[in-house]
C-alpha cells in the first residue's frame, strides 16, 4: 500500500509547494510591476504632492493568471493520471496480499 501511497502523498506535496511558490512570485513580480509604472509616471518636481499608486483587481492577485491556471491544470493532470495508471495494480496487490 505505502508504494502508492506514498508517490501521491509526495506529487501533491511537491506540487502544492511548487504551485505556491509560482503564485508568491507572480504577486512579487505584478507588485514590482506596479512600482515601476508608478515611478515612470511620478512627476519631477519634488515639490509636487505624491499620488498613491492605484491598484487595480486585476493586479491585486485575486485571480488566478493564465500561467498559474496553466501549471495548475498540469499539476492536476499529473497527479489524476498517476491515480487511474497505479489504481489497479495496487489494488490487486493489496487483494493479493488479503487472500493469502
Given at each position: 500500500m505505502w508504494s502508492y501511497a506514498m508517490p501521491v502523498i509526495i506529487f501533491v506535496y511537491c506540487y502544492v509547494r511548487i504551485f505556491y511558490i509560482i503564485r508568491h512570485h507572480s504577486k512579487v513580480s505584478t507588485g514590482?510591476?506596479?512600482?515601476?509604472?508608478?515611478?515612470a509616471t511620478m512627476p519631477h518636481d519634488q515639490n509636487a504632492?505624491?499620488?498613491?499608486?492605484?491598484?487595480?483587481?486585476?493586479?491585486?492577485?485575486?485571480?488566478?493568471?493564465?500561467?498559474?491556471?496553466?501549471?495548475?491544470?498540469?499539476?492536476?493532470?499529473?497527479?489524476?493520471?498517476?491515480?487511474?495508471?497505479?489504481?489497479?495494480?495496487?489494488f490487486a496487490n493489496i487483494a493479493q496480499t488479503l487472500t493469502v
Amino acid at each position: 500500500m505505502w508504494s502508492y501511497a506514498m508517490p501521491v502523498i509526495i506529487f501533491v506535496y511537491c506540487y502544492v509547494r511548487i504551485f505556491y511558490i509560482i503564485r508568491h512570485h507572480s504577486k512579487v513580480s505584478t507588485g514590482h510591476a506596479g512600482q515601476d509604472v508608478a515611478m515612470a509616471t511620478m512627476p519631477h518636481d519634488q515639490n509636487a504632492e505624491e499620488t498613491p499608486p492605484q491598484t487595480t483587481e486585476a493586479g491585486s492577485g485575486a485571480e488566478l493568471s493564465r500561467m498559474e491556471l496553466n501549471v495548475l491544470q498540469t499539476m492536476v493532470t499529473i497527479i489524476v493520471c498517476f491515480v487511474i495508471c497505479w489504481s489497479p495494480v495496487s489494488f490487486a496487490n493489496i487483494a493479493q496480499t488479503l487472500t493469502v
